[in-house]
T-cell receptor, first 116, second 110 residues
Framework: DAGITQSPRHKVTETGTPVTLRCHQT?????MYWYRQDPGHGLRLIHY???????DKGEVSDGYSVSRSKTEDFLLTLESATSSQTSVYFC???????????????FGPGTRLTVL | GQQVMQIPQYQHVQEGEDFTTYCNSS?????IQWYKQRPGGHPVFLIQ?????EVKKQKRLTFQFGEAKKNSSLHITATQTTDVGTYFC??????????FGRGTSLIVHP
């Protein structure tokens, strides 16, 4: 699926510790996204990137930061993890189709994060 | 901001029955996408609708985009156990930033 990998796939950490999740893609797609998925809330956008060093906030960005120093890597950092950040985190890319603004998203396998 | 409402949240059906999930956007969309997520898996792209009133079919799945480009539906005819999962719609306003609905979880009883 568009060569997207996420690491780690599972992580358990303690409240107050920093955590970094990595998303790696192999197809040089410009747009990359981080979502969190919680029961009853669907997929909520945390941050997205539209190019190297170009990032912007999504609807649930508080407590998260991102970086994109290379096209292929998009990092999500929880500076000081809280129990409310226990979730499944999905990275995605947009495969753009033509010049008409059309795209389809491909998702990575997800990272299950538990904050104790 | 743009909001996408999806109903129902859950749907239980007997195998062979039909299933429909509906999405409504608070704003006019440039396109709408549909995704399926199997239990324990990640969302997988199904289709994208762009034109007002568009209808597309994929085997037993029928997707519709409303005339006003603010609502959409996914209908599955004669459900099978392989259809189990959560179906999400995602509306885009032309910015490559989709807004996802909360999804409809389909449970098929054999």
């Amino acid at each position: 699926d568009a060569g997207i990998t996420q690491s780690p796939r599972h992580k358990v950490t303690e409240t107050g510790t920093p955590v970094t999740l990595r998303c790696h893609q192999t197809e040089n797609h410009r747009y990359m996204y981080w979502y969190r998925q919680d029961p009853g809330h669907g997929l909520r956008l945390i941050h997205y990137s539209y190019g190297v060093k170009d990032t912007d906030k999504g609807e649930v960005s508080d407590g998260y930061s991102v970086s994109r120093s290379k096209t292929e890597d998009f990092l999500l950092t929880l500076e000081s993890a809280t129990s409310s950040q226990t979730s499944v985190y999905f990275c995605a890319i947009s495969r753009l189709k033509g010049a008409g603004g059309l795209s389809e998203q491909f998702f990575g396998p997800g990272t299950r994060l538990t904050v104790l | 901001g743009q909001q996408v409402m999806q109903i129902p949240q859950y749907q239980h059906v007997q195998e062979g029955e039909d299933f429909t999930t509906y999405c409504n956007s608070s704003t006019t969309l440039s396109n709408i996408q549909w995704y399926k997520q199997r239990p324990g898996g990640h969302p997988v792209f199904l289709i994208q609708l762009v034109k007002s009133g568009e209808v597309k079919k994929q085997k037993r799945l029928t997707f519709q985009f409303g005339e006003a480009k603010k609502n959409s539906s996914l209908h599955i005819t004669a459900t099978q156990t392989t259809d189990v999962g959560t179906y999400f719609c995602a509306g885009e306003g032309g910015s490559y930033i989709p807004t996802f609905g909360r999804g409809t979880s389909l449970i098929v009883h054999p």
